[in-house]
């Protein structure tokens, strides 16, 4: 069995990453899903959460939007609405979303869409974990 899986995580606007990797850990719809190579092929739908993947038994981050991930035996690939690495993140731009959207599901104004304002709070934490991951390396 191999020991490497290929790793293609692609965002309407641009490929994110394309390498080979040992393991991924995905935020998918019903919890979180690890892959190892040999898995099953299946296709899952993502939420907004932390993408990890473990590349030379190293552990990398991806912050993503929620999408798609397709699962074949030696190769996934992600089909993410947004991808962003570590040193991409703005902190304080993913603060202030994160505190807008808190502050409109706390206030809940006329014609709020509770589900839009709860994906765009997961969306901001995930950008938080990911950017304080790279502060820990």
């Known amino acids: 069995m191999a020991r490497t899986i290929r790793l293609d995580v692609v965002t309407p606007d641009r490929t994110v990453l394309q390498e080979e990797v040992e393991s991924v850990i995905a935020p998918a719809v019903e919890g979180y899903l ?5 898995h099953a092929p299946m296709i899952v739908g993502l939420v907004p959460g932390v993408f990890t993947y473990r590349q030379s038994n190293k552990p990398h981050y991806l912050a993503v939007g929620g999408g ?8 996934v690939i992600l089909l993410a609405d947004s991808a962003e690495r570590p040193e991409e993140i703005d902190r304080k731009r993913a603060a202030a979303a994160k505190e ?7 206030e809940r104004p ?3 869409d ?13 950008r938080l974990r990911v950017a304080e991951r790279l502060q820990m390396t």
């Open 34 to 38: 690890g892959v190892l190579p040999g």
């Open 68 to 75: 798609f991930m397709e699962i074949a035996r030696d190769r």
């Open 100 to 106: 807008r959207a808190e502050k409109r599901l706390k």
């Open 110 to 112: 006329p014609g709020l």
């Open 114 to 126: 509770v589900q839009r304002a709860e994906l765009a709070l997961k969306r901001a934490l995930a």
